[in-house]
């Protein structure tokens, strides 16, 4: 609910009216500071949508007139391309990343995993339980490491049971969402690394 406030006052964090001549000269020119500086911020994080929004667009138009020209695709998998300027100094990519999730298969996956460490380490070290345990651990969020999980997909064993549980953590990724991500990047000659020009596009 927005409350109106009276001339000749101000309202402070804690939602109380405090009249002008109370508030010092710091706490003045330091929000007046800060609300500069987010203004700023606001109008250049538009800047950055709309040039985002725009470089796609360009991007995609130029997909569509080179299909349309040689009647082929143009870019990789899932969207994914890159431009090169003609001297090869300056090249712009167009990245999609999914975003992915575990589904129930997991506690499938985990269970089969479980039986197969009891099977191979029983009367043996504990060290190989902890590996795996260590790979379904949760952060402090309660989110799984996708790069340890997959590290046991990667992982060449000959058990029928170790297989399943595989096939089963695979079944469990599920894509819940994707972003395009564009980047700008140039270089001074043919032979030298391209060095990213920092837009933080993908946030805006």
């Excluded at 927005?2 to 710091?26: C, K």
């Excluded at 790069?147 to 990667?154: A, K, Q, S």
Aim: with cysteine; charged share 30%.
């Amino acid at each position: 609910m927005n409350t109106t406030i009276p001339a000749g006052f101000r309202q402070n964090s804690a939602g109380h009216l405090v009249p002008e001549e109370s508030i010092s000269e710091m706490d003045k020119t330091r929000d007046a500071l800060v609300g500069e500086l987010i203004d700023k911020a606001r109008d250049l994080n538009g800047l950055i949508r709309d040039f985002k929004t725009d470089s796609m667009g360009d991007v995609q138009a130029f997909i569509a007139l080179a299909a349309e020209k040689y009647g082929a695709k143009v870019g990789g998998a899932k969207g994914n391309i890159s431009l090169l300027s003609f001297d090869g100094r300056r090249k712009v990519e167009v990245n999609v990343q999914d975003s992915i999730a575990f589904g129930e298969e997991l506690h499938a996956a985990k269970a089969l995993i479980d039986n197969c460490i009891h099977r191979w380490t029983e009367g043996g070290r504990p060290e190989v339980k902890a590996l795996v345990e260590h790979a379904f651990q949760t952060d402090k969020q309660g989110k799984l490491n996708y790069g340890r999980i997959f590290t046991l997909m990667r992982l060449q064993i000959e058990d029928e049971e170790w297989r399943r549980a595989m096939q089963a953590l695979k079944d469990s990724i599920k894509t819940v969402g994707s972003k395009t991500y564009i980047r700008f990047y140039e270089r001074r000659g043919a032979d030298q690394p391209f060095t990213q020009i920092a837009v933080d596009s993908a946030a805006a």
